[in-house]
């Protein structure tokens, strides 16, 4: 059974951090493509940054010098460093795991952790 747990949202001030952590079971971990989405109150999910099996990352142009994304294939985790945070930061973050096959893709997601930054 696959499971993707996030962890590690909450209320932040403007200017705060936040480290986000996706633990996950069921998957070979360190052959998926792993990501970071949003979704704010009445907007659609968006990617916030990505990292492929071999480690390279990619982020969104609104988060860029801000979050950092970084995985570990052994102990099978996700993270998400979110700095200087603002108010459009706000939203429920959610953890991706893709690996696209020769038939079909494997497509998992976890439940999200919310991430408010209001003063």
């Known amino acids: 059974q696959v499971q993707l747990a996030e962890s590690g949202g909450g209320l932040v001030q403007p200017g705060g951090s936040l480290r986000l952590s996706c633990t996950t079971s069921?998957?070979?971990?360190?052959?998926?493509?792993m990501a970071w989405y949003r979704q704010a109150p009445g907007k659609e999910r968006e990617l916030v940054a990505s990292i492929s099996a071999g480690g390279s990352s990619q982020s969104a142009d609104s988060v860029k010098g801000r979050f950092i994304i970084s995985r570990d294939n052994t102990r099978k985790i996700l993270w998400l460093e979110m700095n200087s945070l603002k108010p459009d930061d706000t939203g429920v973050y959610y953890c991706?795991?893709?690996?696209?096959?020769?038939?079909?893709?494997?497509?998992?997601w976890g439940q999200g952790t919310q991430v408010t930054v209001s003063s």
């Open positions: 069921g998957i070979t971990f360190r052959f998926y493509k």
């Open positions: 991706n795991a893709y690996l696209a096959g020769e038939n079909r893709a494997n497509d998992y």
